[in-house]
């Protein structure tokens, strides 16, 4: 099941909470409604792995538990924070800016995702439990092509 709410939450923030499931076709369908179309192939896979994360690693498939994504357009950002019922992980340092710091080795398939989310986004910012994503992409002055078309 998924829950919409179009009431504002804070600054004009609207929520979308669904659960554990990796059907997420019409979630990303309504969390990108907003962008523009030469954005979003690259954040759609980008929210993606974000919510692919938060499904299976946070709350494993669980569909008793949620996955909460708030989304927002201000000042000329694109905001998304994803939230998790599950345990947390030790999320990355935010320090680094490098996104090939988040490669993973080649005999892992772990932190492909992570990778990604940095290549993609231009704020990736996790609370300090592990439980919850903050994706910012910013639409002005800082404009460039996306990485995928």
């Not at 989310?117 to 990736?124: E, H, M, Q, S, T």
Request: with cysteine.
């Amino acid at each position: 099941m998924i829950t919409i709410s179009s009431r504002p939450v804070g600054r004009n923030w609207s929520t979308i909470s669904f659960a554990s499931t990796l059907y997420l076709c019409s979630i990303l369908d309504l969390l990108l409604a907003e962008v523009p179309g030469r954005l979003q192939a690259e954040l759609r896979l980008g929210l993606q792995e974000a919510l692919v994360n938060a499904a299976k690693h946070g709350n494993k498939l669980d569909p008793g538990k949620v996955v909460i994504v708030r989304f927002s357009y201000t000042d000329d950002h694109y905001w998304w924070i994803i939230s998790d019922q599950g345990c947390g992980f030790d999320r990355p340092c935010d320090c680094n800016p490098d996104p090939e710091a988040y490669l993973p080795s080649v005999e892992s398939e772990n932190g492909r995702g992570t990778c990604i989310l940095y290549k993609i986004f231009d704020r990736v910012i996790w609370n300090a439990a592990g439980t919850e994503l903050r994706l910012g992409k910013q639409m002005g002055s800082r404009f460039r092509l996306p990485l995928l078309n």
